[in-house]
């Protein structure tokens, strides 16, 4: 039997939330940073404990949630598959009902999305997914708060996605439905992009594109990632081939126009999705990117563990 709480709420792919939620979370998310830019101690999650699974490598996801609950004055753990009875054939639905006895939040980077799902559904905490092959949601909300900073509201804005149709685009193009923008898409072929995958419910808000060069033509933003994900490295040698044509580069950035941002969730690997110009160019803002999971993040933690908060 399970114990979980149906009232619940997780963050397991971006259209868990709404327009107006995203709305709060952003408001929110520069009211947090300008809190801890200012050394503003704010710790609303004091004896809150955050359990981290990670079954991949991380540096961003798990800096970000460590550090984030802390500073909120919570704590974390972090476990792996390597050295906790994950790795060694333990039910997910067992381990999600032992975890959330003993933590308030549970943050998980993995394979399939249905193994967040089958963890969600037995816990009595809300889940967060940190990464899976489908979705990266936190990366994506980190990634809009970013857009917005510099450049204002995103609806109606285009993003120009090159490359692999992979958890990060899958989740660009669900944030498009949810927030009313565009996103061109430009992919090799044999690695387009599968709507039903991507868990879209409209036709609306995607264009595909044969040629990168049109996919990055008057594009608010243009923006990439790694040609083989962690999960495919088996696919390595024939993805290099495969993605040679799917590179950001300087002309591209040029094509999509001056005020268009670069942006990519990181790790990069120059010389191949992008060039080290574009990159470490002005166009680029993948410093305040990864600086922007931590805030979006501590904002997100807060709203699944309080609510919204008026301060
Ligand atoms: N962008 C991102 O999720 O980075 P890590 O793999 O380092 O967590
Ligand atoms: N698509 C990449 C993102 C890493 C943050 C991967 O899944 O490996």
Not at 158 to 182: K, M, P, R, Y
Not at 199 to 223: K, N, Q, W, Y
Request: glycine letters at 6%; hydrophobic letters at 40%.
């Amino acid at each position: 039997m399970s114990n979980a709480k149906p009232d619940v709420r997780h963050y397991l792919q971006f259209k868990d939330f709404t327009r107006e939620e995203y709305a709060y979370l952003f408001d929110r998310s520069r009211w947090i940073k300008a809190q801890f830019k200012a050394y503003q101690r704010y710790w609303p999650l004091v004896d809150r404990t955050l359990v981290m699974i990670f079954e991949k490598a991380s540096t961003r996801t798990r800096l970000s949630f460590e550090a984030g609950i802390q500073q909120l004055g919570g704590m974390a753990i972090y476990l792996n598959t390597r050295d906790s009875q994950l790795g060694r054939g333990e039910p997910v639905e067992d381990s999600a009902q032992v975890i959330s006895r003993m933590s308030d939040l549970v943050m998980i980077r993995t394979f399939e999305q249905t193994i967040v799902e089958r963890f969600a559904a037995h816990s009595r905490v809300p889940v967060i997914n940190g990464l899976t092959n489908e979705y990266h949601p936190c990366q994506i909300m980190a990634d809009i708060f970013t857009f917005i900073e510099h450049r204002g509201p995103i609806q109606g804005r285009t993003v120009a996605w090159i490359g692999d149709s992979n958890n990060v685009c899958n989740t660009w193009l669900q944030a498009a439905e949810v927030l009313d923008f565009n996103v061109n898409v430009s992919s090799p072929p044999g690695y387009e992009i599968k709507p039903e995958q991507a868990g879209l419910s409209g036709v609306g808000h995607f264009r595909l594109c044969a040629d990168p060069m049109e996919a990055v033509r008057g594009a608010d933003i243009v923006t990439t990632d790694v040609w083989t994900s962690m999960g495919f490295e088996a696919e390595n040698e024939e993805r290099m081939r495969d993605f040679a044509d799917w590179k950001v580069d300087a002309e591209m950035m040029r094509a999509a126009g001056a005020d268009a941002i670069f942006l990519h969730c990181l790790p990069a690997h120059r010389g191949e999705e992008v060039t080290a110009e574009v990159i470490d160019g002005p166009q680029s803002f993948v410093w305040d990117e990864a600086e922007n999971r931590l805030h979006a993040q501590k904002a997100l933690m807060e709203y699944l563990l309080l609510g919204r908060v008026s301060q």
